[in-house]
Structures are given as structure tokens and as C-alpha cells.
């Protein structure tokens, strides 16, 4: 199924859901609409937190980084594309594993991150919900074996 961003224009999600029980998501874009409809769909199953500043979701990834599983981040932002904020994120030490949602036009440079071993998994827009709750998952679970291994 491919998620209708029109049936969520009315409804107002809130900015983020926090609950030390549940994984955490940080979810970054600069349209409003997609952090509203990303956090709406992924809050039922996990803490989310939501940002449209790069930089300010890499201030709270710094801060956060022992708690943060996974971010999902738009590869198009003005300030800083996904790829670019993850180059950074190398920089703050956190282990999260890494999501694009990204468009047709930008699929090479994000499927060679992933080759790269750069992210986990790219998303294509329009975002298949189905699908991003599977890789979602995927990504998750990535996060938590890495985290066990390290511990050993």
C-alpha cells in the first residue's frame, strides 16, 4: 500500500512521541507534512522524535546517541542532504542505523551508500507503508544485534 500524504493534511500528529518502553525513531525532513505522516505511522510502534533542521537532529543524536536505534532521514533537505548528515553523524559516535527516503532522481547516489555499507536501506518516494515498517523493523534489529555485539 502506498501511504496517501492527503488524508493527513487535516490531522495534526503530534511533534513527537516519547516512551522509554519503545525503540527510538528520529525522523528527519523538511517538509512538514512528511515528519507528520512518518511520525504518525511509525509512533504505534515506536518512541519518535521528530526534526526539519539537520543540525539540530544531530545536536539530539549526539545527546541521545545510546538511546537512538534508528534515523530516517530525506536525502533532498536544503541545508544538508541525508547522506550528508550521516557523513556527520560518523563524527557524534552514534551506532543508530540508517534510513533514506529519497526520490527517483537521487536512487544511484543513495544505492551506492548503501553498497558502501553508508546505510542500511533507502526508501523510495512515494514510501510503501508496508515497506517501511518491514525495514523499519530490519533496521532495528540491525541496531540491537550491533549493540549485543559490542557489549560481548
Do not use: W
Amino acid at each position: 500500500m502506498v501511504f496517501n500524504f492527503e488524508k493527513f493534511r487535516a490531522g495534526q500528529a503530534p511533534k513527537s512521541t516519547e516512551n522509554e518502553s519503545k525503540p527510538l525513531v528520529v525522523i528527519i525532513d523538511d517538509d512538514e507534512m512528511n515528519l507528520r505522516v512518518m511520525n504518525q505511522i511509525l509512533s504505534a510502534e515506536y518512541t519518535t522524535k521528530t526534526f526539519d533542521s539537520p543540525g539540530d537532529a544531530l545536536a539530539y543524536c549526539e545527546a541521545e546517541s545510546d538511546r537512538v536505534g534508528v534515523i530516517l532521514a530525506d536525502q533532498s533537505m536544503p541545508r544538508m542532504t541525508g547522506l550528508e548528515f550521516f557523513t556527520e553523524l560518523n563524527l557524534v559516535d552514534c551506532p543508530a542505523s540508517r534510513l533514506i527516503m529519497t526520490g527517483l532522481h537521487e536512487h544511484r547516489e543513495v544505492s551506492d551508500a548503501m553498497e558502501r555499507r553508508e546505510i542500511f536501506f533507502y526508501l523510495i518516494k512515494p514510501v510503501d507503508v508496508e515497506r517501511l515498517l518491514r525495514e523499519m523493523s530490519n533496521a532495528m534489529d540491525d541496531f540491537f544485534r550491533r549493540k549485543d555485539r559490542a557489549k560481548r
